[in-house]
């Protein structure tokens, strides 16, 4: 079982940056699918960004492009989220997700495997 921990999630005023890191508890972490998920209170989870494994492609939301940035560190089993030019809609819980093969569907939270915990971000105005 794969167990993903995600930090860096924290309090940012508008126009500001975090970098959330999701780490792996697996090395066959280095070939998966990941994804990161936000959910505001009162909203469904949606999709924010997706990298896959091997040859590391990159998706995101249309609601972050050319805002956040979605990469992969194998050497540390460890997938990044950069998110720049933050605004008070992005305060949500923002979640990591893997999966074990990479399905296109991968803007469905019910593509994935793992999950985890999730790391707040708040974004005042």
């Known amino acids: 079982q794969v167990q993903l921990v995600e930090s860096g999630g924290g309090l940012v005023k508008a126009g500001g940056s975090l970098r959330l890191s999701c780490a792996a508890s697996e090395r066959t972490f280095t070939t998966f699918p990941v994804g990161w998920f936000r959910q505001a209170p009162g909203k469904e989870r949606e999709f924010v960004a997706h990298?896959?494994?091997?040859?590391?492609?990159?998706y995101y939301a249309d609601s972050v492009k050319g805002r956040f940035t979605i990469s992969r560190d194998n050497a540390n089993n460890t997938v990044y989220l950069l998110m720049n030019g933050l605004n008070p809609e992005d305060t949500a819980v923002y979640y990591c997700?893997?999966?074990?093969?990479?399905?296109?569907?991968?803007?469905?939270?019910?593509?994935?495997?793992?999950w985890g915990q999730g790391t707040q971000v708040t974004v005042s105005s």
């Open positions: 990298i896959r494994g091997n040859t590391r492609i990159t």
């Open positions: 997700a893997a999966s074990r093969v990479w399905r296109p569907s991968f803007v469905s939270s019910t593509t994935y495997d793992y």
